[in-house]
């Protein structure tokens, strides 16, 4: 199997934090953090059952609550800065930890692409299929095609996907920790071929006592699931930070590459090649901001309009709420 199907990170047991090198919470609150999850997992087993069978907007709201209900009673909160669109589209966003899809479903409870593997994990697998999750199994590569047009489908049908088109986890600090491969462009085809836009989100986390950046939450290496539910539950104050960027609306002949690699600079907010340039993404009321992208070899090019946000919270350290500059790739 290539790193084309099975991409890899530059992390390693060095990316996590050392014993006494974070904030924990005091072995009582672990306990009750681990018993409320349980407790919450038993819950969505039962959700699981009723969701098939519920309308559209109660499901969407029950896996909201749910996801919401599970961060409370692990001691995560919840940022979340910019306002996804209403209507039908594919979220793409990076991938750090198990805890990303939580995230996701507690801003927007879409449907979800994940790899086949996660269909056999206890309890979560069997929430993972009633919430309609798009699998892929990447050792089978003819399949692909497929599993795009699932979701293209999925699109068609109003309803928003969410992928971490990164294929992996890695720590979400160290720049060199990325996968090589960058976005993998696949997902993309079934935005292109619907017309829906394209959200590019920031998923990262902080402690909560120090307001540094925190891996604590990574699921990267050889590690298994349980010894990084119980290193996530110990953090004494942890903040996942979900940051929405501007939308993009692909044409028709848009090369799906090219707004991957737009994408992919969108979320991590860096040049993704030595030719990118930036456009200012401004809070105030404005016209769609044209973002021109290559088209594929036999069409023109393509502009893809990226509409602007609405009014923001801005955070210490950030660009000042006149304007911020977001690197898109040319």
């Given at each position: 199997?290539?790193?084309?199907?099975?991409p890899?990170?530059?992390?390693?047991p060095?990316?996590?934090?050392?014993?006494?090198?974070?904030?924990?919470?005091?072995?009582?609150?672990?306990?009750?953090r681990?018993?409320?999850?349980?407790?919450?997992?038993?819950?969505?087993?039962?959700?699981?059952?009723?969701l098939?069978?519920?309308?559209?907007?109660?499901?969407?709201?029950?896996?909201?609550?749910?996801?919401?209900?599970?961060?409370?009673?692990?001691?995560?909160?919840?940022?979340?800065?910019?306002?996804?669109?209403?209507?039908?589209?594919?979220l793409?966003?990076?991938?750090?930890?198990?805890?990303?899809?939580?995230?996701?479903?507690?801003?927007?409870?879409?449907?979800?692409?994940?790899?086949?593997?996660?269909?056999?994990?206890p309890?979560?697998?069997?929430?993972a299929?009633?919430?309609?999750?798009?699998?892929?199994?990447?050792?089978?590569?003819?399949?692909?095609?497929?599993?795009?047009?699932?979701?293209?489908?999925?699109?068609?049908?109003?309803?928003?996907?969410a992928?971490?088109?990164?294929?992996?986890?890695?720590?979400?600090?160290?720049?060199?920790?990325?996968?090589?491969?960058?976005?993998?462009?696949?997902?993309?085809q079934?935005?292109i071929?619907?017309?829906?836009?394209v959200?590019?989100?920031r998923?990262?986390?902080?402690?909560?006592?120090?307001?540094?950046t925190?891996?604590?939450?990574?699921?990267?290496?050889?590690?298994?699931?349980?010894?990084?539910?119980r290193?996530?539950?110990?953090?004494?104050?942890?903040?996942?930070?979900?940051?929405?960027?501007?939308?993009?609306?692909p044409?028709?002949?848009a090369?799906?590459?090219?707004?991957?690699?737009?994408?992919?600079?969108?979320?991590?907010?860096?040049?993704?090649?030595p030719?990118?340039?930036?456009?200012?993404v401004?809070?105030?009321?404005?016209?769609?901001?044209?973002?021109?992208?290559?088209?594929?070899?036999?069409?023109?090019?393509?502009?893809?309009?990226?509409?602007?946000?609405?009014?923001?919270?801005?955070?210490?350290?950030?660009?000042?709420?006149?304007?911020?500059?977001?690197?898109?790739?040319?």
């Open positions: 199997m290539t790193t084309l199907w099975r890899i990170s530059g992390c390693g060095e990316c996590l934090p050392g014993p006494g090198e974070a904030p924990t919470a005091s072995a009582v609150r672990q306990l009750g681990a018993a409320g999850l349980l407790g919450m997992l038993g819950l969505g087993v039962g959700l699981a059952a009723v098939p069978i519920l309308p559209t907007r109660e499901r969407q709201a029950a896996l909201r609550g749910w996801a919401r209900a599970t961060a409370r009673v692990c001691g995560v909160r919840l940022d979340v800065r910019g306002r996804l669109p209403r209507r039908r589209a594919l793409v966003a990076n991938h750090v930890s198990w805890w990303d899809v939580l995230a996701l479903l507690a801003v927007a409870p879409a449907r979800l692409v994940a790899k086949r593997e996660v269909r056999r994990w309890l979560v697998g069997l929430l299929h009633a919430a309609g999750t798009v699998f892929v199994d990447r050792a089978r590569p003819r399949e692909l095609p497929a599993t795009v047009g699932r979701v293209a489908a999925a699109l068609r049908s109003g309803r928003s996907v992928v971490f088109p990164e294929g992996t986890t890695w720590c979400g600090a160290a720049t060199t920790c990325r996968p090589p491969t960058g976005f993998r462009p696949a997902m993309f079934a935005a071929d619907t017309g829906a836009p959200v590019p989100l998923i990262g986390y902080r402690c909560g006592v120090t307001g540094a925190s891996t604590a939450p990574a699921f990267v290496g050889d590690e298994n699931l349980v010894r990084s539910v290193r996530m539950l110990a953090v004494r104050r942890l903040t996942v930070c979900v940051d929405i960027a501007a939308a993009l609306h044409g028709r002949s090369d799906r590459r090219a707004l991957a690699r737009v994408a992919e600079s969108a979320v991590h907010l860096v040049p993704s090649s030719a990118a340039r930036t456009a200012p401004t809070s105030e009321p404005t016209p769609e901001q044209p973002v021109r992208v290559p088209a594929r070899p036999d069409a023109g090019p393509v502009v893809l309009p990226v509409a602007t946000r609405p009014p923001a919270a801005t955070s210490p350290g950030s660009p000042s709420a006149g304007e911020r500059e977001l690197p898109l790739a040319a």
